[in-house]
């Protein structure tokens, strides 16, 4: 009678009794045989699988490539004005015709060129299927290489299974297997890589990385490579939605003009987006990349080794000489005698 004069209530939990379970930020997700796992370690996996699941890369449209602005002026920043507006001037353009080599920038595929994201992939395969005692043959990995579903190549190639669910859980082990493949590359795909980008920063190239992984994980594998100080700028493909506007992005950060920047890939698409971003690439070819697929580049080679900083500006050699380009030509027709009608004495 006391506690109800006072208004508090005979329940030793005003509110109910406790809920019996755990915390939200402490729910893990927990298999036969598994150790628990963490919220971070489940995000991590579903970006390895986002990217497995990725299909082929778009290389972009015909010079159509724009960014949209707040400015009510220019709405739309395409290639052409990206490179009208970092065009050098004034004190830029004077220091550039001193060290010329500073002029440009260098764009580096990080799957292509410094990892090796197929090779990781079609390991995560094989691991896969001798850890769970599946078929793998070697002609599966080849719709692998070319960014095939896993989900339909478990079910309709494969055929290890039609439950939905089974087939889910073999994608979350892939995932898993690609991370682990993946973060055990400690040295860069394309031979003497790390030599030339002591070069470049040698004579202050500027250089970025373009990569389909998830910023953290592509930084992370930069740092176990030790070539993470050698990038000003790191492109993930999760903000941009085509290849060519990852490099023009990567453009803009390093403050240079499209026209100015050299890509280095080893895949077709990049030849035909990076020209279309009005950019020069460089072809490197492989075993899985050979020189015929590559010919639509403006250099190949199979080590970076081949090729000096020099090299770089004799691709612009020839820059206002290309096929297309409007260029003065010297009349070959006699000139034309003008004759005095009215002359005065």
């Known amino acids: 009678m006391l506690q109800k004069q006072m208004g508090c209530s005979a329940h030793p939990y005003p509110s109910g009794p406790p809920r019996a379970g755990i915390s939200r930020k402490r729910v893990v997700q927990t298999r036969a045989g598994q150790e628990p796992q963490g919220p971070r370690e489940i995000q991590q996996k579903q970006q390895y699988l986002k990217h497995i699941s990725r299909g082929p890369p778009v290389s972009g449209s015909e010079r159509g490539e724009a960014f949209f602005t707040l400015s009510p002026s220019s709405p739309l920043l395409d290639v052409d004005s990206l490179n009208e507006q970092l065009r050098p001037t004034g004190a830029a353009r004077l220091r550039n015709v ?30 896969l299927s001798v850890a769970k005692g599946l078929p793998c043959p070697e002609d599966t990995l080849r719709l692998v290489r070319y ?15 039609r ?5 889910r859980a073999l994608c979350w082990d892939l995932a898993e297997a690609y991370g682990a493949a993946l973060m055990e590359q400690t040295t860069p795909t394309a031979p003497g890589l790390r030599e030339w980008l002591d070069s470049a920063a040698t004579y202050s190239v500027p250089c970025a990385a373009v990569s389909t992984l998830d910023r953290p994980t592509a930084r992370r594998l930069l740092e176990k490579m030790h070539l993470h100080d050698h990038f000003v700028h790191l492109q ?10 990852s490099f023009l992005s990567s453009a803009l950060q390093l403050q240079r003009p499209p026209n100015h920047c050299v890509v280095f890939d080893d895949c077709p698409l990049s030849i035909t987006a990076a020209h279309n971003a009005s950019m020069k690439i460089v ?7 050979p020189a015929y697929r590559l010919r639509g580049a403006d250099v190949t080679a199979s080590s970076l080794s081949e090729l000096k900083i020099y090299n770089i500006r004799r691709l612009f050699a020839n820059t206002d000489l290309e096929f297309g380009n409007l ?18 004495l």
């Open 98 to 127: 001193q060290q010329p080599d500073q002029a440009y920038g260098l764009i580096f595929n990080l799957d292509n060129v410094i990892a090796n994201t197929r090779a990781a992939l079609a390991k995560a395969w094989k691991d």
């Open 147 to 161: 960014g095939s579903c896993p989900e339909r190549i478990m079910m309709d190639v494969l055929r290890w299974s």
């Open 163 to 167: 439950d939905p669910k089974v087939v």
């Open 236 to 245: 993930s493909a999760d903000e941009m939605c085509t290849t060519a506007q």
């Open 283 to 289: 072809g490197i070819r492989s075993k899985e990349q």
């Open 327 to 344: 260029v003065k030509q010297q009349s070959t027709d006699p000139p034309r005698i003008r004759r005095v009608r009215n002359a005065t």
